[in-house]
């Protein structure tokens, strides 16, 4: 979308060499300064935004008077500047500020001027500025407070009365997104803590979360830039906070955006953790979505040898952190044991030859991806064969094995490692469209895909059931009902306060879409559970892939190894058989 912004702005570039004569007026001789300052404004700025969305004078040429409140004129961004009436009029419904678009005629105004702007009052993608600009005169120097506003804003209102004004939010904004931080150099941010998707649990609302953000834009319109904000001393993550925000709100792409007027420190109140939190049990086990480990390059996962080895790195230094005894593994390439051969190989090299084996998947399916076990020898024994599912409805073919803790005997469990269909809407028809209850594209789907879990919990007898994985469904959606009503309770539930129960952030919302599941018999035996904030709260310019990503900032360890947070649980299981 920014390369939209960048192919008007060089539109507008030429329009405005044809259209503004503003020599005199960007380098004023005292004389010529002193005629244009004499030529008064036609209209206050808040008679141009008036009181709706859209200016009642779009399409004519008005003089406006104000003070620069910020300047964005440099290479690469706005092509503008904002100025604001220092003498408001006394309507709350109009704003006092606008935006002068001076594309390649730059106007030469610096904060704190005093200026006469002439231009064409026009409303460009919703947002009312002055385009182009005809005349710039200087005419002394003002000052203009910020505005002060506390976010949530009320119900029913946007950011339209404060449209280009100078405004302060003196609470604590907390990060809720960085998607496109790398790219655009944009945050979210949002009042009241970290936002949660709505079908995750009760509570959260979504109107309410709309109207708890702010995005954050660094005022530029070049794609990937070569200075990322908010990435010096630490790459912001998520949950961290700032206060006394301030800049100036300006519109573009369906959303308001404050352009920040002065230095945001982020304070991490959200630090990683170096470690997962103790589980206990004699047993751990683990879920991790691997976000396309695979060996083949150029296909889903890394482009060339340099970035699977970045991404292997990654993968080792997690797995070898988590130290389970038992991992379910998502989005692994459906290579034979090629992929997942390679993945144990390398963390063997970092924990000690032979001390983890993977299971050979006895029909992954034709998807490009698949799910897989890798496990301790020393620790837990197999028991009986790998087993899985012929069902169409599984697109992915879920991998299921018992185990028991490899001396002595003892309470067998039995893993079953999913990954359910995914949310988008490619090929959705019927009930499997979105319905419009927050549960995306599919949900009938996995709602299907989970009565078949209980279905092989049920036809194959399987003794201590735990299902794990990526389920693609947030904790209050249909699928996770139906796995909780067929008799299983979620460990993550159980154990991790609901503050923490998150393991993916999309479009600026946590939610748990990684799950751990354990039927009856092994409720009295659950010592804990966890999902490591490794992933998830993570900026993606941390990650393996070496496009755009500015080398400074990789690190070899389990930060941004993936998109998706592990799961780690604990289990007391005592010796001999039930």
Known sequence: MRALSRAYSALAAVLAAAL?????????????????????ATHQI??????????????????????????????????????????????????????????????????????????????????????????????????????????????????????????????????????NLGRYGEVTVSSGGRLYQPTDRPGADAARNARRTLLLDDGSTVQNPPVIPYTDPRVVRVGDSASGVTGVIGYGFGQYRLHPTKPISFVRTNPRPSRPRPVGGNVKIASLNTLNWF???????????????????????????????????????????????ALVAALNAEVGAGTYAALAHPAPGTDAIQVGVIYKPAALRPVGD??????????????????????????????????????????????DTDQGDGQGCFN??????????????????????????????????????TLRAGGLTSATKRFVPASQRYSYVFNGLSGE???????????????????WHTNADEARILDYNTENNPPALYEPGPFRASDHDPVLLGLELPAGRR
């Open 20 to 40: 503004i004569t503003l020599p005199a007026a960007h380098a004023t001789s005292p004389q010529a300064a002193q005629a244009g300052c004499a030529v008064p």
């Open 46 to 179: 808040a008679e141009v935004q008036g009181t709706g969305d859209t200016s009642p004078l779009a399409g004519q040429t008005v003089r406006v008077e104000g003070i620069v409140t910020s300047d964005l004129q440099g290479a690469g961004q706005l092509r503008g500047f904002f100025l604001q009436d220092p003498t408001p009029d006394a309507d709350p419904a109009t704003s006092d500020g606008l935006f002068a678009f001076a594309g390649t005629a730059l106007a030469d105004v610096a904060v704190g001027d005093r200026v006469l702007v002439s231009g064409k009052a026009v409303e460009f993608n919703g947002w009312t500025e002055l385009s182009p600009v005809s005349a710039v005169d200087r005419c002394g120097t003002g000052t203009v407070k910020a505005v002060p506003y506390t976010l949530p804003r009320p119900a029913g209102s946007t950011f339209e009365p404060l449209e280009s004004m100078l405004v302060t939010f003196r609470q604590s904004l907390t990060v809720s997104e960085h998607y």
């Open 295 to 341: 060996t083949t390059l150029g296909s889903r996962g890394a482009s060339d040898a340099a970035e699977r080895d970045r991404q292997l790195a990654k993968l080792v230094a997690t797995l070898k952190a988590l130290d389970a005894d038992a991992v379910g593994l998502m989005e692994v390439e459906n290579n034979g044991q090629t992929a997942l051969d």
């Open 386 to 431: 790998p087993q899985t599912s012929a069902s169409p409805v599984f697109r992915r073919r879920p991998l299921i094995q018992t185990f028991a803790r490899a001396r002595g005997g003892s309470t067998p469990f039995t893993l079953l490692v999913n990954h359910y269909k995914s949310k988008g809407c490619d090929g959705a028809t019927g009930t």
């Open 444 to 481: 009938a789907e996995r709602v299907r895909q989970a009565q078949a879990t209980l279905g092989l919990i049920s036809d194959l007898a399987l003794r201590n059931p735990v299902v794990l994985g990526d389920l693609n469904a947030y904790g209050e959606e249909d699928p996770l009902d």
């Open 513 to 531: 879409l990684d799950h751990a599941l354990v039927g009856r018999g092994l409720l009295q035996r659950l010592t804990g559970a966890t999902i």
